[in-house]
């Protein structure tokens, strides 16, 4: 096979293969578009939430300043 013509066929695919898998994927649920809605709307509050949790004091004394 000429290399020419492989990395035609290459291209050809690298460009159809996004497309076909947006034709085959799947279409969320009204509960799944729900679910991630909410994830959305309270990330900074859980991400604030696992700062706070993560920082306890040990009670090591190890203490940064």
């Known amino acids: 096979m000429k290399p020419n013509?492989?990395?035609r066929k290459?291209?050809?695919v690298a460009l159809f293969?996004?497309?076909?898998?947006?034709v085959a994927g799947q279409k969320l649920s009204r509960?799944?578009?729900k679910i991630i809605k909410?994830?959305?709307?309270?990330?900074a509050d859980a991400i604030g939430f696992?700062?706070?949790?993560?920082?306890?004091?040990s009670g090591t004394?190890?203490?940064e300043v």
């Open 5 to 7: 013509v492989m990395i």
């Open 10 to 12: 290459i291209l050809l």
């Open 17 to 22: 293969f996004p497309i076909a898998q947006n």
């Open 31 to 33: 509960t799944e578009k």
């Open 38 to 43: 909410s994830i959305e709307v309270n990330n």
């Open 50 to 57: 696992l700062k706070k949790v993560v920082n306890i004091n």
């Open 61 to 63: 004394l190890n203490r």
